[in-house]
C-alpha cells in the first residue's frame, strides 16, 4: 500500500510562492497527482507526474523524484482564490489503486 | 462536459438503517472509486472497482460493501449504519491508461449524517 505525508497547514502572502512537500512509500508506483479542493466542493485535477523531473502549468508546478519517494507542488503569484486545501495522491501500477494524503490547507493573506 | 454524478447531496438516516449511495459516470472509465473525507485525515478509500463487478478493499472497507452490475454505475452500502459513518462520502472515476488521461474525476460528495 501507499503512505503518503504531506504537511497539514501553511500561509503565504499574496503574491509570494508557496512549496508543498509530500513524501511516499508504494510498492508499485504509476504516477502522481495534485488536486485542488476548496471548502465544501470536490477536488479538482492539477498536476500530473509519472517521470522525474518538473511539470510546469501556468502558475503551478509540480515536481517527482521517484527515487526519494518525493514530490512537490510549487504555487506562484499567489492569488486569494489560491486559498484551498492541495491533496497529494499516488496511484498503484499493480491495481490502478489512487491513495490520497491528508492534505494540505494554504490561506493565503492580503 | 465530464460528469461524474452522486444521487444525493446531503442524507439523513436513522442507526442500523442499510444505505445506498450511488454513483454514476458518463466517461466510459474503467476505474471507479468510493472514498470518505473527516477533517483532518483526507480522502480515505473504502473500495474500489477496475471492471464491471470486480471490487477490491481499500484502506477502510469494514461496516461498507460495494456493488459494480454496470461499467457506469459503482453502489456503496452501508449495511447498517452507525454514528462513527456520518462523513462526506466522494465517488471519483479514472481511465486504467497512463499518463495525464489517467486523472481521477470526482463527484460532487453526498455528505451524510447518520443519527
Known amino acids: 500500500g501507499q503512505n503518503i505525508d504531506q504537511p497539514t497547514e501553511m500561509t503565504a502572502t499574496e503574491g509570494a510562492i508557496v512549496q508543498i512537500n509530500c513524501t511516499y512509500q508504494?510498492?508499485?508506483?504509476?504516477?502522481l497527482f495534485w488536486y485542488q479542493q476548496h471548502a465544501g466542493e470536490a477536488p479538482t485535477f492539477l498536476s500530473y507526474?509519472?517521470?522525474?523531473g518538473l511539470e510546469e502549468k501556468g502558475r503551478f508546478s509540480s515536481f517527482l523524484s521517484r527515487s526519494k519517494g518525493y514530490s512537490y507542488l510549487l504555487l506562484k503569484e499567489l492569488q486569494m482564490k489560491d486559498s484551498a486545501s492541495y491533496l497529494c495522491?499516488?496511484?498503484?501500477?499493480?491495481?490502478?489503486?489512487?491513495?490520497f494524503g491528508a492534505g494540505t490547507t494554504v490561506t493565503v493573506r492580503a | 462536459d465530464v460528469k461524474v454524478t452522486q444521487s444525493s447531496r446531503y442524507l439523513v438516516k436513522r442507526t442500523g438503517e442499510k444505505v445506498f449511495l450511488e454513483c454514476v459516470q458518463d466517461?466510459?472509465?474503467?476505474?471507479m472509486f468510493w472514498y470518505r473525507q473527516d477533517p483532518g485525515l483526507g480522502l480515505r478509500l473504502i473500495y474500489f472497482?477496475?471492471?464491471?463487478?470486480?471490487?477490491e478493499k481499500g484502506d477502510i472497507p469494514e461496516g461498507y460493501s460495494v456493488s459494480r452490475e454496470k461499467k457506469e454505475r459503482f453502489s456503496l452500502i452501508l449495511e447498517s449504519a452507525s454514528t462513527n459513518q456520518t462523513s462526506m462520502y466522494l465517488c471519483?472515476?479514472?481511465?486504467?491508461?497512463?499518463?495525464?488521461?489517467?486523472?481521477?474525476?470526482f463527484g460532487q460528495g453526498t455528505r451524510l449524517t447518520v443519527v
Open positions: 472497482s477496475y471492471d464491471v463487478k470486480m471490487k
Open positions: 471519483a472515476s479514472s481511465s486504467p491508461f497512463e499518463g495525464v488521461s489517467a486523472e481521477a474525476f
Open positions: 466517461m466510459d472509465h474503467e476505474n
Open positions: 507526474n509519472v517521470l522525474d
Open positions: 495522491a499516488v496511484r498503484d501500477r499493480n491495481d490502478y489503486k489512487l491513495s
Open positions: 508504494t510498492s508499485g508506483f504509476n504516477g
